[in-house]
């Protein structure tokens, strides 16, 4: 592995003062990915000639100023999400193809500079929780070969532990952005259901399917996901985040942590396990937690609707045609688990909704003691030979703290905590409800600071980032800019001298069209607002302290002025917006979708 930590912080700072560049870096990974050859994490590398011709790519892009906040950060996608012009595969050789698009998560991080190292192994179709069922090979534990790395995102988890990457993006429709997070010291996010598109994603249980992120710290994961986040029209399934704002103004020093009644907690036999959970709970003791004992009977009752009634045949749903074609291509743990959802009907699919239903109501008469919820990531961790004598009990048995997540729409963080005295790494999974994402992530924090462990299975250590900016929080005003304030250009400082924070690229409703105003330089566009035949145009968010708004409103000249913008995923922020008399004669440049590519596609006139 490099001989420095890829953790964002410490390397954004090496790449600033110059001691990275990004081709440095790429050059050590391929070394890294080349002496671990024998663990199986990948499935497809990118050509390091093709890595070269990202870099040069990136370079030009930030020379033309381009907000890059992830630049030449390097990451690996999990085979079950597309990357246009590399196959995906999802563990399965027989189902592969070559897509065509990139998947919006992916596609948004690329915008923002990172680097797209390859696709990693993961347990065929994202059906397991041991990273054992794969054609490609079984994932090695980044701690112990011996043992499992846990599933079904073994490769991404494994290769960010390992210090191949910065960070990975996984999936989590059952534990499988947590399991292996937990089996490998590293911190797994589980999104909030729909905060992050799955458009490009092979589905496994499509209403509950989570884009997950696994990092080497809880700040680099906030990170990513604030980059993936964003409505996506095309995603069924894609919300707004409403609601966050009001979670992430509770204290995450003084807090209230459910934790299961210590009869219902459930280590399979296993003493280290339980004594590792134990330290963890006087952790978060130290860093301000209450303890509450709470009923986790209806968060278990939960969890076994999803492999142990009809949910699994929205796995069949997910490869129906494949199935049925090819059975014969299918991991035979894999096609017996997926093929089990014959057993179910319609109606025994509607009493299940129904009990579920009538579960979130016992769950919530819990959440009402508590601000988030603390269990074992795993109660137990296996080797590949306990695994290979009882492959579906033992992932039963890595379920028991992660099944009953998503389909009480709830989000979760696993983070590394005190390891078990037999030196095999150990974890807590936090877990909030809906929208407490930022939340959990300001606790997980102090938690992973509190347990004084290293980062993944390297050497460094926790530095010090902080989490990014938070849009729109107490103290602060989230402005949309769409012209000369936007990040490198000419009246961007008047932004970052009064403390602002870029916090988001992003887009308008498509109610707007976007005009290039005549007069003094610099040169600046004015956004008007139509009844009709308007388009989506990009915009930077910016949070800027409270206490400096007032200044900068100061400085906005006529005809512009700051009003209320609607963005592409619904929500209304304060923006820079044109009075229409303005642009009576002005240059309509809508159709170029944003200010900055009006600037690139004109600079030899202007």
Not at 573 to 591: K, Q, S, Y
Request: charged fraction near 15%; charge should be negative; glycine fraction near 10%.
């Amino acid at each position: 592995m490099p001989d420095y930590s890829l953790d964002l912080t410490q390397l954004a700072e090496a790449y600033a003062q110059g001691r990275l560049i990004p081709q440095a870096v790429a050059d050590d990974i391929y070394a890294a990915i080349d002496a671990a050859a024998d663990n199986p994490l990948w499935i497809h590398v990118v050509p390091p000639q093709h890595m070269t011709a990202q870099i040069a790519a990136l370079a030009l892009r930030r020379a033309a100023g381009e907000p890059l906040p992830l630049y030449g950060i390097p990451f690996a996608v999990k085979d079950n999400i597309d990357v246009a012009g590399c196959p995906t595969t999802a563990a399965c050789p027989a189902f592969a193809y070559l897509p065509e698009t990139t998947a919006f998560a992916v596609r948004r991080l690329q915008e923002a500079g990172a680097l797209f190292f390859g696709k990693t192994n993961l347990d065929q179709f994202a059906a397991g929780l041991v990273g054992t069922r794969s054609p490609y090979g079984a994932c090695r534990n980044a701690y112990n070969r011996e043992y499992i790395s846990g599933g079904s995102s073994s490769g991404s988890a494994v290769a960010v532990a390992a210090g191949q990457v910065s960070f990975a993006l996984g999936t989590d429709t059952a534990g499988s952005g947590r399991v292996p997070a937990g089996f490998n010291n590293i911190v797994g996010l589980k999104p909030t259901p729909g905060i992050i598109s799955t458009s490009g994603v092979v589905p496994a249980c499509r209403s509950l399917d989570c884009v997950s992120v696994f990092a080497l710290t809880c700040a680099d994961a906030g990170r990513v996901m604030q980059v993936m986040r964003g409505f996506d029209a095309d995603d069924v399934y894609a919300r707004c985040d409403t609601g966050e704002r009001a979670r992430t103004r509770r204290d995450a020093t003084h807090f209230r942590c459910g934790v299961p009644a210590a009869a219902q907690r459930e280590f399979f036999g296993d003493a280290h396990a339980r004594a590792a959970f134990e330290q963890s709970l006087a952790k978060l003791r130290e860093i301000g937690a209450e303890l509450v004992e709470i009923d986790f009977q209806p968060f278990l009752d939960v969890a076994r609707l999803l492999y142990q009634g009809p949910w699994v045949a929205e796995r069949y749903a997910g490869i129906r045609t494949f199935l049925e074609a090819q059975p014969e291509a299918l991991h035979p743990v894999t096609r017996q688990i997926i093929e089990s959802a014959r057993q179910w009907s319609a109606v025994d699919t509607f009493e299940a909704v129904y009990a579920l239903q009538a579960l979130k109501r016992s769950c919530a008469a819990q959440w009402a003691r508590m601000d988030v919820l603390a269990v074992p990531t795993s109660g137990t961790i296996y080797t590949q030979d306990q695994v290979a004598l009882a492959p579906v009990q033992r992932n039963t048995d890595l379920g028991y703290y992660t099944n009953f997540v998503n389909l009480l729409d709830l989000c979760a963080l696993a983070v590394p905590g005190p390891f078990r005295a037999d030196g095999l790494p150990a974890g807590i999974t936090l877990i909030a409800e809906a929208f407490g994402d930022r939340y959990l992530a300001g606790i997980g924090m102090r938690f992973h600071r509190a347990s004084a462990v290293p980062l993944g299975a390297t050497r460094f250590q926790l530095s010090a980032g902080d989490l990014p900016a938070e849009a729109d929080s107490a103290d602060h005003l989230l402005i949309a800019v769409v012209g000369a304030h936007l990040a490198g250009l000419p009246l961007n400082g008047q932004l970052t001298a009064r403390g602002a924070t870029l916090v988001a690229v992003t887009q308008t409703a498509a109610q707007y069209r976007l005009y290039a105003l005549s007069g003094a330089p610099p040169a600046r566009p004015g956004l008007v607002r139509v009844a009709s035949g308007g388009a989506a145009i990009e915009v930077e968010l910016w949070a800027m302290p409270a206490a400096a708004v007032g200044g900068f409103l100061a400085e906005v000249p006529p005809p512009l002025g700051i009003g209320t913008l609607r963005l592409a995923d619904g929500r209304e922020v304060r923006g820079f917006l044109c009075e229409a008399f303005a642009v009576v004669d002005a240059r309509d440049i809508t159709a170029y979708g944003g200010w900055r590519r009006y600037l690139a596609a004109n600079a030899g006139t202007l």
